[in-house]
């Protein structure tokens, strides 16, 4: 995994584009902007929905931030660090409090945890060597590798894999009618990653003649110039690290241009921004087109096209370069015809305990306007049942549960429609197959979206700013479709989707903040008088709570940040608007207590607070679903109260608690325990303990 700083141009989070690599912004994006008091900063991880959004960090700019966390203010690194590891896919946890996702904020941190580290890796691996270091290792004069590419402007890919990384490669100035005036030897880390590395050239001697080193991670571009190279000379290059730090490691490219006498200059082509695009050149460099137990991807011959009688056969690339293990496939292709259909073949994986699933995504590369659209067949060209999780915006992604293990299956891309601007361009096309749990969008509601009159209107009541991702299909029909469309409190649309009968649903992101919204439904047809129509939907943010306040109810003097899982949401029309419908999400999550737990020598008549990701129901709170227990295990008499501004139940002890005893909170989870307003119910009991003083 690399990571890198590369300008953003300012489009506001959720344009549509490419899911990573858009040449306009980065793949995690933070900003500030105004939020609630109850949120601290929110990200939406990764989604197989393929938007942009996946990865964007959004802190509140009301808050006060700092290096170092002190005088009432949160440690920014610390509460980026917890959000970064959210948006590449890990899950906030609430027992390893050494760990950078422990739920709550406990102060400022210096980096990972082992187990954070060993939970990335379970996601992405570790890190591999380089493509030239998968036989025999360049990182000698020996073994140097030559710079693949034109004689006049060769250049590779590659990575420093660890701090005491080096490679080592070797080149040879042309000779030419006109002579070589000047060599320029470049290491490029600009959009690739953070490396802060070590550029050094050698004569065919091995006497250095040019050397350079970054000083910075935010700027590691090296050059090298040598004036009137020796032509038909061979010369030597090592790249290495400057740093034994984490900035020690990443991807680069190298490559060496030539001045002419003549004034003319060849070279390389500058790095795509885009990792799998740079996989590619260096795979294709190589002179590697297979990849072995990993990627099985052929074009089979597509129909007919525009009356040629004949099949259009796509040169297919695939990588032999180690890929991430979070996506078992990586392929570009390119719609050049709309009637072209690409098909791909992929092996399903063998001996894996429990069902397996595949999840297939398809998106627009390059900023090309495909809207494209997956279909997956068995090896006996059966259609497989599949479940589209996502469509628009140039991306569309469907899933296969419980796949045959070992078995074999057909993707094809085609255009979604085969006329217009959308029926062709590049595209990426990424797939995996999984065992962790399918993503769900849960129904919110269905009808008939009349076509004349009023609309079907509804209320979405949202308790904190959220990323929504809906999904609206029309039932049944051609020649028809619905329209939602979501209202501010004074009116205003502020999100607007369609979808269209015979076509598969359509989704959309949309980042809504705290509010009381109208949502409503029409229907457009020439041959009924209603539509009929079904809405889904899911949180895909996760929030950061407001900082954990003192046994006396002031601020936390170190700051405090929680993470939960996103917030409940409904949808509730008026009573006048037809019938009720419900959108009901995650469990509510205890995202802070205090004290904190394993506490000692904690107050004997301090309280206890408790705070949860989201608005509770306060008449859930009772003395059999929140319970303070002595070592005995014997209930102690108790108050509690509910701050609705904090999420806050707050359980005061009757009498003064015994010295150093240890006793333990417990919130009921379940049907018979604590609830938020719609009803969700924890999924499971919430303990903790702690030891009282003298």
């Known amino acids: 995994m690399n990571v890198a ?149 060769p250049s590779a890919m590659s990575d420093i894999a660890n701090p005491s990384d080096a490679d080592y490669f070797s080149f040879t100035v042309p000779a030419s009618t006109s002579p070589v005036q000047s060599a320029t030897v470049a290491l490029t880390t600009s959009g690739l990653s953070s490396l802060q590395g070590t550029l050094t050239v050698y004569d065919s001697a091995h006497n250095v003649v040019g050397s350079a080193a970054a000083t910075s991670p935010l700027n590691g571009n090296l050059v090298v110039t040598l004036a009137n190279p020796v032509a038909g000379a ?51 460099a190589l002179g590697t087109t297979t990849t072995p137990a990993q990627v099985a991807a052929q074009l089979t011959n597509p129909p007919p096209l525009l009356g040629l009688g004949g099949a259009l056969v796509l040169p297919g690339w695939t990588m ?56 997956v067949f068995d090896a006996a060209n059966n259609p497989v049942s599949s479940t589209v999780l996502a469509n628009g915006n140039g991306a569309y992604t469907v899933e296969i549960a419980n796949v045959q293990q070992g078995a074999d299956y057909q993707i094809k891309v085609s255009p979604l429609n085969t006329v217009g601007l959308n029926a062709t361009g590049q595209y990426f096309l990424r797939a995996e197959f999984s065992t962790l749990p399918a993503p769900a969008l849960q129904k919110i509601t269905s009808g008939n979206a009349p076509t004349l009159g009023q609309p079907q209107t509804g209320t979405l009541q949202v308790l904190q700013n959220e990323m929504f991702e809906f999904m609206l299909a029309v039932n049944n029909g051609f020649l028809c479709s619905v329209q939602m469309t979501i209202l501010d409190a004074n009116g205003q649309p502020v999100f607007t989707m369609t979808s269209y009968g015979g076509q598969p649903p359509t989704t959309a992101y949309v980042y809504l903040p705290a509010g009381t919204y109208t949502v409503e439904f029409t229907g457009f047809s020439l041959l009924a008088g209603s539509v009929p129509f079904t809405l889904y939907g899911a949180v895909e943010s996760e929030p950061i709570g407001p900082q954990p306040v003192n046994s006396d109810g002031s601020g936390s003097g170190s700051g405090g940040s929680t993470s939960g899982s996103g917030s409940s949401q409904t949808a509730t029309p008026p009573s006048n608007s037809g019938p009720t419908y419900y959108y009901q999400s995650s469990s509510p999550v205890v995202t802070a207590v205090t004290p904190a737990p394993g506490s000692t020598g904690v107050s004997r008549s301090a309280p206890i607070r408790i705070t949860f990701d989201r608005a509770m129901d306060p008449t859930t709170f009772t003395t059999s679903t929140v319970v303070l227990s002595n070592s005995s295990g014997a209930q102690v008499a108790a108050t509690l109260s509910y701050d609705a501004n904090t999420n806050t139940v707050t359980l005061t002890p009757s009498v003064t608690l015994d010295a150093f005893t240890v006793y333990t909170v417990l919130v009921k989870g379940g049907s018979n325990g604590v609830k938020d307003p719609y009803g969700n119910t924890m999924s499971a009991d919430y303990t903790m303990s702690f030891t009282t003083g003298g």
């Not at 799998?276 to 294709?284: D, E, G, I, W």
Request: proline share 7%; aromatic share 8%.
């Open 5 to 153: 700083v590369v300008p953003d141009n300012g489009a506001p989070f959720g344009t549509a584009g490419a899911v990573q690599g858009d040449a306009r912004f980065g793949d995690i994006r933070i900003a500030a902007v105004p939020l609630p008091a109850n949120t601290v900063a929110t990200n939406t991880g990764f989604q197989w929905s393929g938007s942009t959004n996946s990865g964007d960090i959004v802190l509140n700019s009301n808050d006060l931030f700092s290096i170092g966390g002190s005088n009432g203010t949160y440690d920014l690194y610390s509460v980026v660090l917890h959000e970064s590891g959210d948006a590449l896919g890990l899950l906030d946890q609430t027992t390893n409090r050494n760990s950078a996702q422990y739920a709550t904020y406990i102060g400022p941190r210096t980096g990972l945890s082992p187990g954070d580290v060993s939970d990335i890796q379970s996601l992405y691996g570790s890190r591999n060597l380089d493509p030239y270091e998968q036989g025999q290792a360049n990182n000698s004069f020996a073994t140097a590798t030559a710079l693949p590419g034109p004689a006049t402007g």
């Open 234 to 284: 061979q010369y030597y290059i090592a790249a290495g690290a400057n740093t034994m730090s984490v900035f020690g490691t990443g991807s680069y490219q190298i490559g060496v241009s030539f001045q002419y006498a003549n004034g003319t200059t060849s070279g390389p082509a500058a790095p795509s921004t885009d990792p799998t695009v740079n996989y590619y050149a260096t795979a294709l």
């Open 320 to 375: 032999n370069v180690p890929t991430s293990n979070r996506l078992d496939y990586l392929h570009e292709g390119n719609i050049l015809l709309p009637t072209q259909v690409d098909a791909y073949d992929v092996k399903a994986p063998s001996n894996q305990t429990g069902p397996v699933k595949l999840d297939v995504l398809v998106y627009a590369a390059n900023q090309s306007n495909l809207a494209p659209q997956i279909q």
